[in-house]
């Protein structure tokens, strides 16, 4: 239906023109004589005016392309001497030498329309094939973890049983060494109190020696006659030097003495006598501590030996076990040998139950990662993983690993450098599926951390197309793959009109 | 920038020395009994009572008001360089007449109205508008020019190479070392010193001819540092000629201000520089430049405008060597004020003194008495030259990253605009031939829209036996030598890379000849070229340049032609391109580097600024400085270089001279549509705008190769006599009528626009609200709006129908937007050509002349050439009318549609359809 309705008016909007009235701008602007409209000069706000000249800077122009795809070009593109529109409707007063290429264009798109019909066609019968696959991979997926679960709980039975028994064994064998145990430490306790008569014996002998007046205390002067309590190796005993030992009084008891004087005392005897040992006077002769607690600390071998004692026997609380390492000083019986035998039997069986039991775990959580990918509506995506994807140009070879990871790295040597790894999709709203996006590769140098999207396109094989970097450190990748086919839609003959919301 | 790269004046020998001369105390004296004079000229010796030395001075006239001193050494061992290259021709000569001449000045009169005294003793030139002393040449007594000199020591040498090998210990005592060695030389013994100094063994040598007379300086000064070899970081500039600066004070008795002297990113008005460096001029590739201060930039332009309340005058400094200007205002009751006040007879007001130095050379200086701006910026036009009317094409949009990747990134780009309907006219890129296998057909997509194309084409040549344009200048000894006479090899963009010598004639002609369509592959007459890195910048070089004591054509150093190197490129460029055509085509070339003289070959850009507010603010100090310095056509990147610009800096870039978008390989992509969508249509609208005002800046640039005067002025150059004026350059005029004052801070809500003019009105672009001046007025804008107004009283011509690209816009017609004045008049120009080839300068062109006065409003065309054009005009906007008309009519009583708003008092005349190759015009009944 050819209407009269002006130059680059669409058949949608040609009522908006009509010639009988006066024309009031789309937008409500103005009114005025219908002759204004296509006349060349701009009166509406809105350009609405000039449908079919350059005369409004914001106007459009609507070309038909009978045979070709109908067209809507800005004004600025009426007679600028450049063929826009197929059909030439855009030149027509330019002098441009523009012929109507709307049936070739026309024919060309059918063919173009057609390939891409028999592309998809092609590809979505792949694509079919990935969705299967897709499906059947997830369904085996969830199978596993479905038979993966059923074994876990079976896993997990048969380990509270192991521990059962394991805790059944080691009952007796604690109650057997805990005999053992008692029986050590009665014979420790002895040899304690042994030790302890020992050093009274040999403290109150040393008193009797110090005390030369034999008045059953110990006085300074008496200590004075000892070169041995010459702290600062002058030659004399001072006073200052003798209080020392006794605790800054001018005089000391036996009960005292024993014990804290002694242990205060003897090693100066035994340095005296040279029997301490040489590091350790090398270190008193250089400098001899002044304060108590000072002296106690660093020069007191015995009570350092006290200490170094309780420390391994805190250190060793902290490794042992409760149980199985058997002293090798101590001699079991039969019994209790056997005793601890089968609980070291039913330990082994528990820790064989725990680990199988966390084999299973890791494998399902493996599963679960996998099965919460998202490979697209279809599952269609699914095949890729796993896969890997080679693009070579210049310098650069670039890997795609779908759903895992991008890299380049150069063809002539140099080590593979991270471009991203799976984060998303990242196609528009519309078409999620159409993009990937792969973040937080290696960070540049002096610049951000890489990127790279990929953009998927219908194909008939899963390809690396071509790689860019439009941005510093931001790569694209066009990729081609079945399971970006859609479902093919036969072409459409003839012309189309476009039609224009108003 | 790292500053550590570029020398400051203490690391410079020459710049200490000629800063270190006495003030006051001049030696030179005149020589009367040596004067002769011409019609045209006088000729005189300058001597030294100190030293004897003697120079010869000449002084001629020439056309438009413009005095030409000269000094150089008489019989000079070495010819010393004159920058011929820098002058459009040979300058057209005056009169020059002796008036009086006694035993203490010489009266003359030059030209038609210009007065000169010369003072015998000392030597001075005193320069004056009417009684009005305005330019006084060595009344501060620094001329200092050293003579050339044999280094007295040949002995020197030997003895310091005696004194290197036998003196191991040298390096840590060189003094005392030598001192050993010297006294160990049998000859040595009556030269070795006290404190051993090496340079006091000075044989009795004798220099040649005069030259040995006039040694002034003591036997210790000829071997201070520097004057004989000069490092500079790792750099020797081995300086055989010795010392060869020369240097002398210009005084602006009067002058409260001085410009030019560009490039220097620094505010437009020039500062003092007594407490630091003086402003530098050496071209040189700064990397990440600073703001206001006076370290060099990419080019040099010695021109410098001294303006006082009454009047201007302007000072060309024509040396092409390293050359700094020191600035000082006077302070009254100074030795020197007091002085000028001698003479003068003027009072106390303080004035600008300025001192000029450069590292060689001869003092050639051109004086411009003015005395307006416009007239000072003719004279010097006339010396050096205009530029010529660029294609339209060139003022338009150009489209510019570092770099487009590939083909079809380009093809993407360009795509880009023409589906976001925003225009441009150039596209820039490198060849490659693996990224663009095809560039022929890229240009031809591009070339059929009307589109052109921009190539690189930097003057540093691979140094690769298979490029054959390296191995023809190899073959044809066509390269700069280094100090050895070796082919001097630098490191830049290719790697090791040499350079061709652009002041070979023989280089340029070759150079210029490989732009033939058959020799420059790919290339159609739709690609034109940009020549960077032409300081010329090496990247291993001192200063990022070439070495000093690298030697050109006719046996000079590169220290002697330095800055004018880049222009020399430029120039060869230009002829290549319009050889290629025929002379048939305007050429295109943009420049980074540039010197006086280079306005004739084409664009310039201000370098790598940074995407800040800071940069964009400094653009308009920058392009103003550059405007009135004789080199109209100039822009800054806009974006800016580095960095990632805010969304607001596109708009200011599209009202400077030459509007270029350009990026950073390191920046993000930042194609207008890569925006927000605000930011997409503010960058859309702004670049239309620009496209709308196409025939006002394509007039202006007419008007500029005629007149001189630039497109981009600054305020006093329309208003000189408003002292307000004189220290504004956030705003600017283009032309006469269009003021902008671009928005150059963040998020800014008002700004505070000077409005210049008694009683004139000023109508803002958008609306037509009216303001007057002269004064201050807050003008509220916002990210959608730079304040921009036209003045009342013209008229300016548009197209409104912004097109894909300017070339398709040729045949549009144009609207004229008439602004009244009080008086209800209004005056306005435009000129038509076809837009591209050089018939216009045979005559092919239309001026039309617009003029409104009493309600009718007429054209006049003015030249009597032909240019036929069917372009018309569509629409008439008359603003300022406080009532409507009853009817208009044409000259041939036709009615003549038209709307009248009342609020805004516009009145559109619709449709009125003149041609502009006739004359008309309409009246207003009222």
Request: charged fraction near 25%; glycine fraction near 6%.
């Amino acid at each position: 239906t050819q209407l009269t309705r002006p130059r680059g008016v669409s058949l949608a909007r040609a009522s908006l023109y009509s010639p009988d009235a006066d024309f009031t701008c789309l937008d409500g602007s103005a009114t005025f004589p219908f002759r204004y409209v296509n006349d060349d000069y701009c009166d509406c706000q809105d350009g609405s005016d000039e449908p079919g000249t350059s005369a409004c800077p914001n106007g459009s122009f609507y070309c038909r392309n009978l045979g070709h795809e109908a067209m809507i070009v800005p004004s600025s593109r009426v007679n600028d001497g450049i063929c826009d529109c197929c059909d030439a409707a855009d030149e027509y007063q330019s002098g441009a030498n523009c012929v109507n290429t709307c049936k070739e264009l026309g024919s060309a798109a059918q063919e173009e329309a057609q390939r891409k019909y028999e592309l998809e066609s092609q590809g979505y019968a792949i694509k079919l094939e990935y969705i299967n696959k897709g499906r059947q991979a997830k369904l085996s997926q969830q199978e596993r973890n479905m038979a993966l679960k059923a074994e876990q709980v079976e896993a997990e039975a048969l380990r509270a049983e192991k521990e059962r028994e394991k805790h059944e064994a080691e009952e007796p064998e604690k109650q057997a060494l805990d005999k053992y145990r008692q029986i050590e430490q009665e014979a420790m306790k002895e040899k304690e109190e042994i030790e302890r008569s020992k050093q009274e014996t040999e403290a109150s002998k040393a008193f009797d020696w110090l005390d030369s007046n034999q008045d059953g205390k110990l006085q300074v002067e008496e200590l004075q006659t000892h070169v041995a309590f010459d702290q600062n190796q002058d030659g004399t005993v001072t006073v200052e030097e003798a209080k020392f030992f006794l605790h800054n009084e001018e005089e000391m008891d036996k009960s005292d003495f024993i014990a804290t004087g002694w242990p205060l005392i003897k090693p100066f005897i035994m340095k005296a006598q040279g029997l301490e040992n040489p590091s350790k006077s090398d270190q008193q002769a250089g400098e001899i501590p002044l304060s108590d607690d000072h002296h106690q600390e660093e020069s007191m071998p015995e009570t350092e030996g006290e200490e170094e004692e309780e420390e391994e026997h805190e250190e060793e609380g902290e490794t042992v076990k409760p149980s199985p390492v058997t002293p090798s000083s101590v001699e079991y019986d039969a019994e209790t040998q056997e005793l601890i035998e089968a609980a070291n039997k039913a330990r082994n069986a528990y820790d064989e139950a725990d680990r199988r039991l966390r084999d299973l775990e890791r494998e399902i959580r493996q599963l679960e990662e996998s099965n919460s990918k998202d490979y697209g509506p279809n599952e269609e995506y699914q095949p890729m993983d796993g896969q890997c994807y080679e693009y070579s140009d210049r310098e650069y070879t670039y890997k795609l690993c779908p759903f895992d990871s991008g890299s380049q790295r150069p063809k002539h040597g140099g080590s593979e450098t991270r471009l991203g790894s799976w984060d998303s999709w990242d196609g528009p709203a519309a078409n999620k599926y159409s993009a990937m996006k792969y973040d937080k590769g290696v960070q540049c140098w002096n610049g951000p951390q890489r990127s790279l999207k990929v953009h998927l396109s219908c194909g008939m094989e899963n390809q690396l197309l071509s790689v860019s970097e439009p941005n510093r450190c931001e790569y694209e990748m066009k990729f081609t793959t079945p399971a970006a086919c859609s479902e093919p839609k036969k072409p459409d003959e003839g012309d189309s009109e476009i039609h224009d919301e108003l | 920038v790292d500053r550590g790269n570029f020398k400051t004046c203490e690391q410079n020998a020459f710049c200490k020395r000629q800063r270190a001369t006495q003030l006051g105390n001049s030696p030179w004296e005149i020589l009367l009994d040596s004067l002769n004079s011409t019609i045209n000229s006088l000729q005189v010796q300058v001597i030294s009572s100190r030293s004897q030395a003697r120079l010869q001075l000449q002084l001629i006239a020439l056309a438009d008001s413009t005095l030409h001193l000269q000094l150089d050494e008489i019989n000079p061992i070495k010819l010393r360089y004159r920058a011929q290259d820098s002058l459009s021709g040979s300058p057209q000569l005056s009169s020059l007449k002796i008036l009086e001449q006694s035993s203490e000045t010489i009266s003359l009169s030059f030209g038609d109205t210009g007065k000169a005294i010369l003072l015998v003793k000392p030597f001075r030139l005193d320069v004056y508008d009417g009684d009005q002393l305005v330019i006084s040449v060595n009344a501060r007594g620094l001329l200092n020019f050293e003579h050339q000199r044999v280094r007295k020591s040949k002995l020197w040498e030997a003895m310091s190479s005696v004194a290197q090998t036998v003196g191991s210990v040298g390096s840590s005592l060189p003094g005392k070392a030598y001192s050993w060695v010297l006294q160990w030389l049998p000859w040595s013994s009556e030269a070795a010193t006290t404190d051993g100094t090496p340079v006091s063994v000075q044989g009795e040598e004798k220099e040649e001819g005069e030259v040995n007379n006039t040694e002034e300086k003591s036997l210790e000064e000829e071997e201070e540092p520097g004057l004989w070899e000069e490092t500079f970081k790792s750099h020797v500039d081995s300086k055989p000629y010795g010392p060869t600066s020369v240097g002398v004070d210009i005084s602006f008795p009067g002058s409260k201000h001085v410009y030019g002297i560009p490039e220097h990113a620094d505010t437009f008005a020039l500062k003092q520089t007594k407490n630091g460096d003086p402003y530098r001029l050496y071209n040189t590739d700064v990397f990440e430049y600073e703001l206001y201060n006076p370290m060099a930039l990419y080019g040099a332009v010695p021109f410098m405008i001294a303006k006082r309340q009454q009047g201007a005058v302007g000072v060309f400094w024509n040396n092409a060597a390293e050359t700094y200007v020191d600035i000082e205002e006077s302070s009254s009751g100074s030795v020197v004020s007091s002085l000028m006040n001698l003479v003068s007879g003027g009072g106390n007001e303080p004035h600008q003194q300025t001192h000029w130095f450069s590292e060689s050379g001869i003092i050639d200086l051109y004086i411009m008495t003015g005395p307006t701006p416009k007239d000072v910026v003719r004279q010097y036009g006339t010396l050096t030259g205009t530029t010529p009317l660029p294609q339209r094409f060139a003022l338009g949009y150009h489209q510019c990253r570092w770099n487009y990747n590939d083909q079809e990134d380009v093809h993407n780009v360009d795509k880009g605009f023409d589906l976001h309907d925003i225009p441009y006219d150039v596209m820039y890129f490198t060849w490659d031939p693996v990224k663009f296998p095809d560039p022929l057909e890229m240009a031809q997509n591009l070339t059929a829209k009307g589109r052109k194309l921009v190539t690189i084409v930097d003057p540093h040549m691979k140094r690769d036996a298979s490029y054959f344009f390296h191995e023809h200048c190899e073959q044809n000894d066509f390269y700069v030598k280094d100090k050895s006479g070796k082919i001097y090899e630098g490191w830049c963009w290719p790697g090791s890379a040499s350079y061709p010598d652009f002041f070979n004639p023989a280089v340029r002609d070759y150079w210029a000849s490989r732009f033939a369509l058959d020799k420059y592959e790919g290339t159609s007459l739709d690609v034109y070229t940009w020549n960077d890195m032409n300081e010329p910048s090496v990247f291993n070089g001192p200063e990022v340049t070439m070495p000093k004591d690298c030697l050109h054509y006719g046996g000079y150093e590169h220290r002697d032609v330095h800055n004018m190197y880049g222009m020399m490129v430029v120039e060869s460029t230009i002829r290549g391109q319009l050889m290629r055509s025929n002379y048939k085509l305007r050429p295109f070339v943009l420049s980074r580097s540039f010197f006086a003289g280079s306005q004739r070959f084409g664009a310039i850009w201000t370098g790598d600024n940074i995407a800040d507010w800071e940069h964009l603010a400094i653009a308009v100090p920058m392009l103003l400085s550059l405007s009135v310095s004789g080199i109209p056509f100039c822009g800054a990147d806009v974006g800016g270089f580095f960095n990632n610009p805010d969304s607001e800096l596109y708009q200011a870039g599209a009202f400077q001279p030459f509007f270029r978008g350009h990026a950073h390989l390191h920046t993000k992509r930042r194609e207008p549509w890569l925006f927000d969508e605000q930011t997409n249509k503010l960058i859309k609208s702004s670049i239309k705008k620009r496209y709308t005002y196409l025939p006002l800046w394509y007039t202006l640039f007419h008007e500029h190769e005629k007149t001189a005067t630039p497109p981009m002025r600054p305020l006093w150059m329309e208003y000189p006599q408003d002292v307000e004026t004189f220290s504004i350059d956030n705003q600017f005029l283009l032309g006469d009528a269009i003021l902008v004052h671009p928005v150059i801070r963040s998020g800014e809500t008002e700004v505070s626009v000077y409005f210049p003019g008694d009683n004139t009105l000023w109508y803002e672009i958008e609306n037509y609200q009216v303001y007057q001046g002269p004064g201050y007025q807050t003008i509220p804008v916002s990210i959608n709006k730079i304040p921009i107004f036209q003045r009342g009283g013209t008229i300016v011509p548009k197209k409104e129908r912004a097109r894909r690209a300017s070339s398709l816009m040729a045949k549009d017609p144009y609207t004229f937007i008439v602004t009244l004045d009080k008086q209800g008049r209004a005056q306005g120009r435009l000129y038509v050509d076809d837009g591209q080839s050089l018939d216009y300068q045979k005559g092919s062109y239309i001026i039309m002349e617009l003029s409104m006065d009493n309600y009718v409003l007429s054209s006049k065309i003015t030249n009597e050439g032909a240019f036929e054009t069917q372009e018309s005009v569509e629409k008439i906007v008359i603003v300022g009318l406080s009532r409507p008309p009853s009817s208009i009519e044409d000259n041939t009583g036709r009615a003549v549609e038209y709307r009248y708003d009342t609020n805004s008092q516009v009145l559109v005349l619709r449709k009125p359809n003149f041609s502009v190759s006739k004359e008309w015009s309409v009246s207003l009944k009222m």
